[in-house]
């Protein structure tokens, strides 16, 4: 499976130039907890509803102040094609929850440790689905090859 | 995804009582009208740039001849 079949949720990105109040209230509308920080087609950092609070509120930051100012950088980024085993080794390395997805280097979308694990007890749940069968009807034969 | 500026983007609630969200397309980044989109949120009138995952669907608006 690769990383961009499994997301969940759409991307919304802003300007590095917009500004604190923007950004919360883009996260309030679009329900979103991170912003990816977009310059033309570069992605240049993220910023979450958490760095809005300690890095913004907490250190008395303006709200009319670029979001740029707050944002996390460099972004840790993995290829839209990657298969989705290479997001948990890099959720291991980086320790953060969020992965910006990229495809020929340009954002396309966000991929977070809750995607994974949703994936995986859905894979989980297709792969007990007939050991469970066995276990609660029985095991059943397959019919014997006919005979003349 | 294939949008039109104009058209309407709703983005599905992803627990139960969560509600939609919608914006409106005001510009189309992509080609062939991919992704991805200017689009301006609700009453606030806020913009930002939107890349659609499968929690989005467009909804086309055709226009009305007089």
């Known amino acids: 499976m690769q990383v961009i079949e499994g997301i969940r949720r759409s991307g919304v990105g802003v300007r590095p130039e917009q500004t604190i109040r923007e950004a919360a209230t ?11 920080v977009v310059d033309g087609e570069h992605l240049v950092g993220l910023i979450t509803d958490r760095d809005l609070v300690r890095r913004g509120m907490a250190r008395n930051v303006p709200y009319d102040a670029r979001i740029d100012s707050l944002m ?3 972004v840790v980024t993995i290829d839209a094609q990657a298969d989705l085993h290479d997001a948990f080794a890099l959720f291991r390395t980086h320790g953060n929850r969020r992965l910006a997805v990229v495809q020929e280097g340009r954002f396309v979308g966000m991929i977070t440790v809750d995607d994974l694990l949703i994936n ?3 894979d989980l749940a297709d792969l007990s689905r007939p050991v469970m069968a066995e276990a609660i009807f029985g095991h059943h034969d397959s019919a014997l090859p006919a005979t003349e | 995804m294939h949008a039109s500026i104009g058209d309407r983007i709703v983005i599905h609630g992803h627990r139960i009582g969560e509600p ?6 005001l510009e189309v980044r992509g080609p062939d009208g991919g992704p ?3 689009v301006r949120w609700g009453d606030s009138g806020h913009e930002s740039l939107f890349f659609p995952g499968p929690d989005a669907s467009v909804q086309h608006f055709e226009p009305t001849l007089g």
């Open chain 1, 120 to 122: 995986l007890a859905a």
């Open chain 2, 20 to 25: 939609d969200r919608d914006c409106e397309v």
């Open chain 1, 72 to 74: 996390s950088t460099p």
């Open chain 2, 36 to 38: 991805p989109y200017l």
């Open chain 1, 26 to 36: 883009i996260m309030e509308q679009s329900g979103v907890g991170a912003l990816a």
